[in-house]
């Protein structure tokens, strides 16, 4: 067992043993992820001018011995960079998240190379005012300069899309401050909150034409008491991503709603440890009837996920999942005459779930 570097000087003679061998220019920025085949790469940890013994205990175990870039790690590979980085842990001066993260993902299903899906990646960025054309490295300077690996686990954190404000989330703040756009955290909202189920008992999942037709008559009738066909709704879509720079879109819902707004960018916190952000749309649609039917259907069948439908002034809100909807009232009182007289189409479980 490598002997323990129980003091600061003891650290940084083991990243001086380690940059003299590696010959490289010290990142300002590094970390890792999941990506495959070139596709957006899901970082796990960032790390900004920080951690730099973590950085050259992977660098070697990686054979990276360049400035800018990025190379594929294996769990192999994984495990000797921890084996590597675990006597730093008897200083008690200095945290180590990066091998808390290691040993996380060296614990998790890896199939043969793969984990999650994806080749384990590490990324080194030496000088970020540099131009690259490593998606990766690009990548890695979108997240670190979000901010987002500082955003605690379970906490959900704001920021302006790259187009600028957008009045929609003026408009959200004032109707809803102490909500977010995710479908299914509506139902923070207690005393204004009542779910609907869109088959008879418990069934989830229509499996003929008819069923179908009752999921749409249900969803279709409660829009229309909402006063969906007086007013121009916004519907609102959520695309989890990796970076807080949109880019693409589900192909379902580009093919439903193409005219498709970002309107505000979220720390999306259900994927932890992924530094995951989820990307909020809008959309504009004068009502017809049936004109949400192709999307309604496409969410019954779990194709899509986190729609919201609104009024411009956002005095509801109508989620659809796939077992039914949620619905977000401007009062309780008009929650209770909505609930009252569809009855039998509630939960019943005591708590309306």
Not at 179 to 190: H, W
Request: hydrophobic share 40%; proline share 8%.
């Amino acid at each position: 067992m490598a002997p323990a570097w129980g003091t600061l000087p003891e650290i940084s003679e083991a990243l001086a043993r380690y940059e003299g061998n590696l010959g490289w220019q010290r990142p300002t920025l590094h970390g890792i992820g999941f990506a495959e085949d070139m596709n957006e790469i899901r970082f796990v940890r960032v790390n900004e001018d920080d951690d730099l013994l973590a950085a050259a205990v992977l660098a070697m175990v990686a054979g990276w011995h360049g400035t800018t870039g990025s190379v594929r790690l294996g769990k192999k590979k994984l495990a000797r960079a921890i084996k590597r980085l675990a006597p730093a842990e008897a200083c008690q001066d200095v945290a180590q998240p990066n091998l808390r993260i290691w040993r996380e993902i060296h614990g998790w299903l890896w199939i043969g190379g793969y984990v999650r899906g994806g080749n384990l990646i590490a990324v080194f960025d030496a000088n970020p005012e540099l131009p690259s054309d490593d998606p990766y490295v690009i990548a890695l300077r979108e997240v670190v300069a979000s901010g987002r690996q500082a955003v605690p686990a379970e906490e959900i954190h704001i920021w302006t899309p790259p187009g600028g404000h957008h009045p929609l989330q003026t408009a959200w703040e004032t109707r809803w401050p102490q909500l977010v756009p995710i479908s299914f955290d509506l139902r923070a909202e207690e005393d204004r909150w009542v779910r609907f189920r869109s088959l008879p008992g418990v069934k989830r999942y229509a499996e003929t034409p008819s069923e179908y037709e009752t999921i749409l008559r249900r969803h279709n009738v409660v829009l229309e008491e909402l006063g969906a066909q007086t007013a121009d709704l916004h519907v609102i879509t959520l695309e989890i991503a990796f970076t807080p720079v949109p880019r693409l879109r589900n192909p379902v819902l580009e093919e439903l709603l193409p005219d498709a707004e970002c309107w505000t960018v979220l720390s999306w916190p259900y994927l932890d440890p992924d530094l995951a952000f989820a990307h909020a749309y809008v959309n504009r649609l004068t009502w017809q009837p049936g004109c949400l039917d192709d999307l309604l259907r496409r969410v019954a069948d779990d194709e899509i996920a986190h729609v919201i439908i609104a009024p411009p002034d956002l005095a509801w809100l109508y989620a659809p999942y796939d077992g039914g909807a949620n619905v977000v009232l401007s009062t309780p009182a008009l929650r209770d005459n909505l609930r009252d007289r569809h009855r039998e189409w509630l939960s019943p479980h005591p708590s309306g779930l």
